[in-house]
């Protein structure tokens, strides 16, 4: 009994630490996280917003189309389906005494159907996500 006990609380304990809680711009501004907590930050990619640096860096701003953007920090390859106002999801953390949001995993979506469902809905509530648009007509209205 004293092992199956330990067994749960082993992967109970392993499940708590690769939690990545999702977050997006406006929700971090009425709640910001602790520096070096491991997050989920989703939402589109502003437009004017990507500056590619040295080798395969690159800065971008996640907007939720409020007036908050969070600046995102990333050095790897990016999905080919990245691309300012495309739905992104990026996972990592904010670095200590910065507001600058440090990625090490970028995934770029091109519709809702592969978004996560919260993202979506949040973006078609605020106006700048309606069902079944295409990529160019998001594009289009994230302009606006």
């Known amino acids: ?3 199956i006990i330990a067994a749960v609380l082993l992967v109970m304990f392993a499940f708590s630490q ?4 999702f977050y997006m711009p406006a929700d971090l501004a009425k709640t910001p996280v602790a520096p070096e907590t491991r997050i989920r930050l989703g939402g589109l990619v502003g437009e004017g917003s990507v500056v590619r640096g ?20 990333y050095t790897g390859i990016l999905p080919d389906l990245f691309r300012e106002g495309q739905g992104v999801v990026t996972e990592g953390m904010f670095s ?18 592969y ?30």
């Open 1 to 3: 009994m004293g092992f």
């Open 96 to 113: 200590s005494g910065t507001n600058v949001f440090v990625a090490d995993a970028v995934l770029a979506k091109h519709d809702e159907t």
């Open 54 to 73: 040295a080798g395969s860096t690159v800065e971008f701003a996640v907007t939720d189309g409020s007036a908050n953007a969070v600046k995102v920090k």
């Open 18 to 21: 690769s939690v990545a809680y």
């Open 115 to 144: 978004m996560p469902k919260d993202v979506a809905d949040r973006l078609k509530s605020q106006g700048l996500w309606e069902e079944g648009e295409g990529a160019e007509r998001q594009e289009a209205k994230a302009a606006q």
